[in-house]
């Protein structure tokens, strides 16, 4: 149990990363927007993006910065792998939630509505209805994106506001703002839609030796 909180702040972040790729379908109020947002989400099916991720606390010192790569398969499906500073991942397989730490052989594991329930994460995998969860607005364009703002009508959702800035169609930043004072910023590159994904991705299976926690 030590190691585990040893590590409890990286897997927080990992589960607060999870939760901003939900929110990648978010519909802009502008008209225009949402049609070409409705025909994104009606015509994508997986989705393979790197990232970059800078977690700044409250007091703004220390930021935190890790890379690594996140893999979509709708309805249900993604996984979610940090490769630098240090190595971790997360798997949602349809059913299940798992999130493994090589480092520390565990794996903890919930079920996907007790884990995801009414999160971004769950509209992301096609499991929610956005208007019913957030309110929506757009905000002044800044670095030369067009930015939406999206809040959680749940207070029960463990975060603020999303921020997602947009280059044309495609999404390039995402913000969070949790309830704690602490921002996380993903910065996209390499975006593809509709690749081919091997089903093996959205699997996972505990290596031998590993703590399993959780259901």
């Known amino acids: 149990m030590l190691k585990f909180n040893e590590r409890k702040i990286r897997c927080t972040s990992i589960t607060l990363c999870a939760a901003f790729f939900a929110v990648l379908f978010v519909q802009p109020a502008e008209a225009g927007a949402i049609d070409k947002l409705h025909r994104f989400l009606e015509t994508t099916q997986t989705l393979r993006a790197d990232f970059a991720q800078i977690v700044v606390a409250r007091n703004g010192r220390r930021p935190q910065q890790s890379v690594g790569t996140m893999l979509i398969s709708r309805?249900?499906?993604?996984?979610?792998?940090?490769?630098?500073?240090?190595?971790?991942?997360?798997?949602?397989?349809?059913?299940?939630?798992?999130?493994?730490?090589?480092?520390?052989r565990q794996a903890t594991v919930k079920k996907m509505d007790t884990a995801l329930g009414g999160t971004p994460a769950a509209l992301l995998v096609g499991t929610g209805a956005l208007e019913q969860d957030f309110e929506l607005r757009e905000l002044e364009a800044r670095e030369g994106l067009e930015w939406v703002e999206a809040q959680p009508k749940s207070p029960d959702s463990g975060f603020e506001k999303l921020h997602l800035g947009f280059d044309g169609e495609n999404l390039k930043v995402m913000e969070l703002y949790d309830n704690f004072g602490q921002t996380t910023s993903l910065y996209f590159s390499r975006l593809q839609r509709n690749p081919s994904l091997p089903a093996a991705l959205f699997s996972f299976v505990p290596p031998a030796g590993t703590d399993v926690i959780g259901e």
């Open 75 to 104: 309805p249900g499906k993604f996984r979610w792998q940090i490769d630098k500073p240090y190595s971790q991942l997360l798997v949602g397989d349809g059913e299940r939630v798992w999130m493994y730490d090589p480092d520390l």
